[in-house]
């Protein structure tokens, strides 16, 4: 079982999960793009009853593609982005990779959204490509 810990920048956020990781990926959606200002977002799949939280962070819900609420939540303070629920995967946390404490054992296997991925990214070949997010 894996052991993650990881916080905000400012380290009022602090969380920890251990779990095995449902998946790894690179997003490229447009909403990943807007929030971390980058190309994509590396988010890191647990099971959201693993996942536990300490400090209060804020919440953005806005409309994912398939119409469903999604939920974004961030450090009020220092705007860190911390995890990602969305109401069509309700038993899972998309925890954004930057945040972890302990980044060394990360390897994504996957990309999703490519359709929306910049053009001038480099696609992984030895990763899942997914246009979208898969089922």
Request: glycine letters at 8%; hydrophobic letters at 35%; a neutral charge.
């Amino acid at each position: 079982m894996q052991q993650m810990s990881g916080g905000c920048l400012c380290g009022q956020i602090r969380y920890s999960a251990e779990a095995e990781p449902i998946m790894t990926a690179i997003c490229h959606c447009n909403d990943c793009q807007r929030q971390t200002g980058s190309a994509f977002a590396v988010v890191i799949a647990v099971p959201r009853p693993a996942l536990k939280i300490q400090g209060q962070a804020k919440t953005f819900q806005g409309q994912g593609a398939s119409g469903k609420p999604t939920h974004r939540h961030f450090c009020p303070d220092c705007g860190s982005p911390i995890f990602v629920e969305i109401d069509v995967m309700p038993d899972v946390a998309f925890v954004r990779c930057g945040t972890l404490d302990d980044k060394t054992w990360l390897r994504p296997t996957a990309e999703v959204w490519c359709e929306t991925a910049q053009p001038w990214t480099r696609q992984h070949l030895d990763m899942q490509r997914f246009q979208r997010m898969p089922g």
